[in-house]
């Protein structure tokens, strides 16, 4: 099932055909970006994965994200290099 990820000014909105999730920035306590996914920890304990093949413009996503996490003052972490 393929979700839709919209960044707005204050959370993130996750849609796919069943449900609509919104997560608050605030909730962020680690980003890491690896060569195919980025990986969002938040403090609930849940992390959301985003493959990076379905992002239309990653450059700007990657920018996006760490000014975000400079904002927040939590880790961005990179890892391209990761292997399973």
């Given at each position: 099932?393929?979700?839709?990820i919209?960044?707005?000014?204050?959370?993130l909105?996750?849609?796919?055909i069943?449900?609509?999730?919104k997560?608050?920035y605030?909730?962020?306590?680690?980003?890491?970006?690896?060569?195919?996914?980025?990986?969002?920890?938040?403090a609930s304990?849940?992390?959301?994965?985003?493959?990076?093949e379905?992002?239309?413009?990653?450059?700007?996503?990657?920018?996006?994200?760490?000014?975000?996490?400079?904002?927040?003052?939590?880790?961005?972490?990179?890892?391209?290099?990761?292997?399973?």
């Amino acid at each position: 099932m393929q979700s839709h990820i919209i960044f707005k000014d204050s959370f993130l909105e996750s849609k796919d055909i069943t449900r609509e999730v919104k997560i608050n920035y605030s909730v962020f306590i680690e980003i890491i970006q690896i060569s195919t996914h980025y990986i969002i920890n938040v403090a609930s304990g849940e992390t959301l994965i985003i493959a990076k093949e379905y992002i239309k413009d990653s450059t700007k996503l990657n920018v996006f994200l760490k000014d975000l996490s400079n904002k927040l003052a939590i880790e961005y972490k990179t890892d391209v290099d990761w292997k399973r």
